[in-house]
């Protein structure tokens, strides 16, 4: 039984040689056409019609796996599309072949339907292998022809190309097409939702979240739009109107709107018309429900085009908020004499409250979410600031922040320090492109001047007070810098406790974009800022009192000692060169005892100093202790650390400092050892540059020592005391 079952079905062992058919099939014709077959009715015999039955076969097992694959819904791959189309191309070829060239346009459409309606991968695949059949065929015959062969390649890439290239611009034109009445629609919606009163009716600014406040607005749009159809419907079945219609006023109470109406006309008027005219606009001054009835026509009837029809009758009531303020008119009509009655005016009252309250409804709605997403934004707005661990990660969070909950144009983060006893401001980081050589502005820093941003620090308040426009020549930073286009501008103070560290600029080119409530949200944006700004600017000091040196402003001994393990640890991994310089200045004890320790405090700041100009920017240079430095340097050998050696060794020798006892210059001796070649640990190489140190300073000071020039004149030993 165990044998039995190791012995696969015979549908997994056919499964292989089915697939196999088709690509057979395709190669038996190619090698066949190649041996020059396929020359005629005449010549055909056995081998030729074999091959015909094979490609048939071929070309019927892939229509029957498409067919049942598709009828599970199992995907196509390349190879299925490949097969198919290599094995009709084999088929049209064998047509040309017998036939001749005069029946070769087949191969053309043949390429244009594979390019249809084959994946682009697949088609250019088998534009190749249609080449390589019509070079057999135009190549290999008794009639070689180099230029019929060029002909056809030429035909069969155009088909190609040109098929796709039409159906990519149809592509194109479809989604242009679809975009345009997108945008038309969305348009028309903002347009509604201004209507309505959804959104402030100057307002054309893009939220933050453009996406969720067109699906918001279209939602109360079509919410509204379903209300008003309704109430239209009602009315019109219950007063038997031949026109019902609701007319809005436009978003600058200017004019009419028809927004929806039930007619049995096709003159409504559609476009926007004036909102004092005629009938309707009587109503609105009124401000009450008005009906007009005569057997001989009416007039004053403005919501027609090209003509009213002959009206016997008309209701009209304004629509009307509970503020008392008029939103626009329901107006019905007849064209019998059947005047409306009271019980008539007092429902198309009650309908025209009815679409009123919809429109209310979704506007409380609408103002519900956008305080809620404000809210949501402004709490985000305050995490990312806890979070922010920088000062640099502050100023992004706190500008990223302020425009997304403004929309502002401009923002800005200055910074303010005390340099040589005089107040500086610098702009930290800026978004927005409105200021003047604004590339230039960013990092900028400007003295002490009368400008609103030293004010706003000066003073501790926010600035302007008052609109921008009387402020046309009013500097905001300096003189040299203008902020143009804005239309409404604030900065507030980033205060800290008693501190003030800086300012936040907002600045827009609407007017309206800086409401009360926007300029409150700012505000607590901007005192959260400050402390994060400070909690930023202590963790940094404290960060770098921990790693430096408080004199001179170099890596401390314990810095030294983590940078050395993890250079040595990635020279033992990578067999990199590394070294190491150990520095002492040459007779410190004495110049201590004779200028004081001031003096010499003010040595070893100097020494520090050259070190850091004459370093490399990779290299790590530490207060090792005392007056002795320690230079490490990555990727380096011992005779380019020699040449960096010489060269500080050259600057501290050619350097004067002034004291109150007259010029002094000093000297400095330096001992290099490098790893791997002195060894790997950090003990060791210490240890070998230390006695190279050492050798230096008893060999005459004021000179740097390898290791190998150390062993070239004597045997190092250890060094006592």
Not at 119 to 145: C, H, I, K, M
Not at 182 to 190: D, L, S, T
Not at 261 to 288: H, I, P, Y
Request: proline share 3%; glycine share 8%; aromatic share 6%.
């Amino acid at each position: 039984m165990s044998a039995l079952s190791a012995i696969p079905p015979a549908s997994k062992l056919l499964r292989p040689l089915v697939r196999a058919v088709p690509a057979a099939a395709v190669l038996s014709a190619f090698v066949h056409i190649a041996r020059g077959g396929f020359r005629g009715l005449q010549t055909l015999g056995w081998t030729e019609a074999s091959i015909v039955l094979f490609l048939l076969a071929g070309l019927g097992l892939m229509a029957w796996r498409r067919f049942t694959r598709g009828a599970v819904g199992a995907p196509l791959y390349l190879r299925d599309d490949l097969e198919l189309g290599a094995v009709l191309i084999a088929v049209a070829f064998i047509v040309v072949a017998i036939a001749g060239g005069a029946v070769f346009p087949i191969v053309y459409l043949l390429m244009a339907f594979l390019v249809a309606f084959l994946p682009r991968n697949a088609g250019l695949t088998l534009l190749g292998v249609a080449l390589a059949f019509d070079a057999l065929v135009s190549l290999q015959g008794p009639e070689r022809s180099i230029t019929s062969f060029l002909t056809h390649s030429l035909f069969l890439s155009l088909f190609a190309g040109l098929y796709q290239l039409v159906l990519a611009s149809r592509i194109a034109a479809a989604r242009r097409a679809e975009s345009s009445a997108v945008e038309k629609r969305i348009k028309e919606v903002e347009e509604r939702a201004r209507t309505f009163r959804l959104v402030s009716s100057g307002s054309h600014d893009n939220p933050p979240d453009v996406k969720d406040e067109e699906k918001w607005l279209l939602a109360s749009v079509k919410e509204i739009e379903g209300a008003v159809g309704a109430a239209l419907e009602i009315a019109e079945t219950a007063l038997k109107t031949n026109t019902c219609a609701a007319f809005l006023l436009t978003s600058d109470d200017k004019g009419l709107k028809l927004y929806d109406c039930r007619s049995m006309s096709d003159r409504v008027q559609r476009e926007s018309f004036n909102a004092g005219e005629g009938m309707l606009g009587g109503v609105l001054k009124r401000r009450a429900p008005v009906r007009m009835h005569s057997a001989h026509g009416l007039k004053g009837i403005t919501w027609y085009d090209g003509g009213a029809p002959e009206l016997k009758a008309v209701l009209a009531v304004p629509i009307i908020e509970g503020s008392g303020l008029v939103r626009g008119v329901l107006v019905a009509d007849r064209l019998t004499h059947n005047p409306f009655s009271d019980d008539d005016e007092k429902l198309f009252t009650t309908i025209a409250a009815e679409v009123l309250r919809s429109i209310e409804v979704e506007r409380v709605m609408t103002y519900i979410r956008k305080t809620r997403d404000e809210k949501d934004r402004f709490f985000r707005a305050i995490e990312e600031l806890n979070r922010a661990g920088s000062p640099e990660q502050v100023f992004l969070a706190v500008l990223e922040s302020a425009r997304q909950l403004a929309g502002l144009d401009f923002c800005a983060v200055t910074i303010v320090n005390e340099v040589e006893g005089k107040r500086m401001h610098k702009v930290a980081r800026m978004l927005g492109v409105t200021a003047q050589g604004s590339k230039a502005l960013e990092g900028r820093s400007f003295p002490d001047n009368n400008g609103l941003v030293a004010n706003v620090v000066r003073y501790g308040a926010p600035l302007p007070g008052r609109d921008i426009k009387a402020m046309d020549r009013q500097v905001i930073f300096d003189e040299e810098t203008q902020l143009r286009g804005l239309a409404a501008l604030k900065i507030f103070p980033l205060t800290a406790g008693d501190r003030i560290l800086g300012t936040l600029v907002a600045g827009s080119r609407r007017k309206a974009a800086l409401d009360h409530d926007v300029l409150r949200m700012l505000e607590v944006i901007a005192i959260q800022a400050a402390q994060a700004v400070l909690r930023a600017q202590l963790y940094e000091a404290m960060e770098r009192m921990a790693t430096t040196d408080g004199m001179t402003g170099l890596y401390n001994n314990r810095t030294f000692q983590t940078k050395a393990d993890e250079m040595l640890a990635h020279s033992r991994r990578y067999g990199r060169k590394c070294s190491l310089i150990l520095t002492d200045v040459d007779h410190f004890k004495s110049v201590n005892d004779t200028y004081g320790h001031l003096t010499g405090d003010q040595v070893l700041k100097g020494v520090a100093r050259i070190l850091k100009q004459q370093a490399r920017d990779t290299d790590i240079v530490a207060r090792y202790g005392g007056e002795e430095f320690a230079i490490l340097m990555p990727e380096t050998e011992a005779k380019g650390a020699k040449v960096i050696a010489e060269r500080i060794r050259e600057a501290i020798k050619a350097e004067v400092f002034q004291t109150e006892m007259g010029p002094l210059k000093v000297t400095l001796s330096l001992g290099i050892a490098t790893a791997p070649d002195h060894g790997t640990d950090k003990l060791v190489l210490v240890e070998q540059a230390d006695q190279c140190l050492y050798y230096a300073k008893r060999h005459g000071r004021n000179q740097s020592v390898t290791v190998a020039e150390a062993q070239g004149g004597r045997k190092l030993q250890a060094v006592e005391g």
